[in-house]
């Protein structure tokens, strides 16, 4: 078994196409972030492991789920339907062979509405400061992604916002962990994005990420020689 965790805030509308599609041998969990349309209720519906997180923060809900996990590969990946579940095996099959340490699903669009143009181009901004400070080939902060749960609880992750998932990648770089890419369909979402579907969420996003960016960098120069 393997666990995918589902960050979720007001998802209610995604979920049941995205529970549906999960594959065999892959167990949700749905950490709901306080949602406010029945969310929780929808998850548990259709079989999912439903953990509640009061504390508003993608990190949070994203850290409670994986609290909640017990597998020992362990997933993560959006719960409005931008990503389809069935290529879960695709970004697990390296972890599960020990060919890689996390694996990042790099997003091609399915359509040319599937990515706005505004969150791709701070995607691109951000995976080339990731590359120069992590000092890894990666193209895409990957939301979908798969690395071993016990590895991940013992880099400590702090941020508990949108920096969340950045932090994972430059701690992982910086334990040397092998960080791998494999390339998963990018769709439109279902309902509006509280994130990429703004440019208001994207900056929000920009800022946390900027942020864990800075904290990383500062920590590497005080680093005893």
Request: with cysteine.
């Amino acid at each position: 078994m393997i666990d995918v965790v589902l960050p979720c805030l007001d998802e209610a509308e995604a979920l049941p196409w995205v529970l549906e599609r999960m594959p065999p041998g892959y167990r949700p969990i749905v950490a709901d972030n306080g949602s406010t349309d029945g969310s929780d209720q929808v998850a548990a519906a259709h079989g999912a492991l439903v953990v509640r997180e009061p504390r508003r923060g993608f990190g949070a809900a994203c850290h409670a789920g994986l609290l909640a996990a017990t597998s020992d590969v362990v997933c993560f990946m959006d719960a409005d339907a931008s990503l389809d579940p069935r290529q879960l095996p695709l970004v697990t099959a390296q972890v599960v062979g020990g060919d890689a340490d996390l694996v990042l699903g790099r997003r091609v669009a399915a359509t040319a509405g599937a990515w706005p143009a505004h969150a791709r181009w701070a995607n691109a901004v951000l995976a080339r400061r990731l590359r120069r400070a992590a000092g890894i080939s990666v193209h895409d902060l990957g939301p979908m992604r798969a690395c071993r749960r016990t590895a991940l609880l013992g880099l400590e992750l702090a941020d508990r916002r949108f920096g969340y998932p950045l932090e994972m990648v430059l701690r992982a770089a910086a334990a040397g962990w092998r960080v791998a890419e494999t390339e998963v369909d990018y769709l439109p979402r279902a309902g509006r994005s509280k994130v990429t579907g703004t440019v208001r969420g994207t900056l929000r996003a920009i800022k946390d990420m900027r942020s864990v960016l800075s904290d990383h960098q500062g920590q590497r120069t005080t680093m005893p020689a």
